[in-house]
């Protein structure tokens, strides 16, 4: 298995051949096989055998029943939830960073692995305004960023007290992502919900919400998001700062989705605040066109961070008898981690960081335009101006099934994945732009087939 061998030549052959097809989609199609598990039951039945099944014969199970199966995020059809749109560049790299099995745990054994990594959380720090003394790492998702970072807010509040068995809780928007929600379960925290203004968590909200609470000295932690999922809401973070400064809190930004929009002139004002940040989250195989699966964890402080998330093993000794050595390992809740900053890392070498500028901007012209574009028709109606690159309109006089119906039809006939989302209890429609070739005759035959 581990020799290269006639069936090694083989595989490198057709696996390759495989990616290069891949790569080359331009624009990558939506696809979306029928996806019948008792279909796809069959199609694999027997392959995991003891003897094992020739690699060609495998891969074809691969390409024919389990990959048309999987709808492309990457496509610029792809308009649902949030869409991935990864650079060829950091695809490829990607490509690299498996074959030669980089790994990015400690300082002694990937240095420059690290070093690289550290340069783009050094550019996101700067484009947030952090100081130079932040950094942190690259973890798998906004999920794993966020739980890391809350962790940390608190056993620093737990410090600052001490460990009274206390239970503590995070304040947080009542439109904050669902795994802060999960976050708070698994760090057995309690939330303070605090109601939003027009669904954007506000200074005043909270400072009222913390006033009129009964214990606040049991808050640890404000959690703001730069960009909620399903409607790119901008907190009020300058604000929310104020009175987490105020109150001594620890606060924390969630710019899983919306982070990337710090590259973007025409909003970077939305974010003004987030310089206060003691830790801030982007998934950059969300906006910044890296792929799955690569969030960016940055602190303030790290220090902090390392003193709560080094683990401590005696084979491990030797990572850590250099403390000038950065150690991503120590920054979250992971040990083992493939260098998955590296392929962003490349892509911003070769594009630049005007062409993540201007891919961003043009997510956030899709949406102005969409925007318009849904003001211009009697049978539509602009839930709200988009803040970011997403837009939540209505069909008037629609039901839930009328949506789903459209939605449906849409993927059959491979137009656009577009599934209705909810506001306010009610099904509405969403498109969610990121990838920068989406185009307003897409949008336009999208809106069409409203008609009717
Ligand atoms: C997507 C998202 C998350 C979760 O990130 P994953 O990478 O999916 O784990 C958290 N917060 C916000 C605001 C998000 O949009």
Known sequence: MHSVDATTEQMIRSVLAYAENR???DPVPLDQGPRDAADLARATRGLLSAEGTNADQVLGVYTSMLAPTVISADSPRFLGFIPAAPTKAALLFDML??????QGISWLEAAGAVHAENEVLRLIADKAGLPDTAGGCFVSGGSAANLS????AREMAKKKVGADGRRWRAAVGSDAHSSIVNTLKILEMDALTVPTDDHQLTGEALRAAIDADGDPSSIAVVVA?????NAGIVDDLAGIAAVAREHDLWFHVDGAYGGGGLFAPSVRHKYNGIEHADSFIVDPHKWLFAPFDCAALIYRDPQKARGVHTQDASYLDVIHDRPAEWNPTDYAYHLTRRARGLPLWFSLAVHGVAAYTDAVETALQLARDTADEIRGRANLELIREPDLGVVLFR???WEPAQYTAWADQLLADQVAFIPPSAWEGETVARFA???PHTSMDLVREVLDRMDG
């Open 97 to 102: 960073v498996s074959c030669a099995s980089i």
């Open 149 to 152: 970072a809350l962790v940390v």
């Open 225 to 229: 998001t730069s960009g909620t999922t």
């Open 395 to 397: 069909r008037l006089g």
């Open 23 to 25: 790569l080359r989609l």
């Open 433 to 435: 732009f990121l990838h």
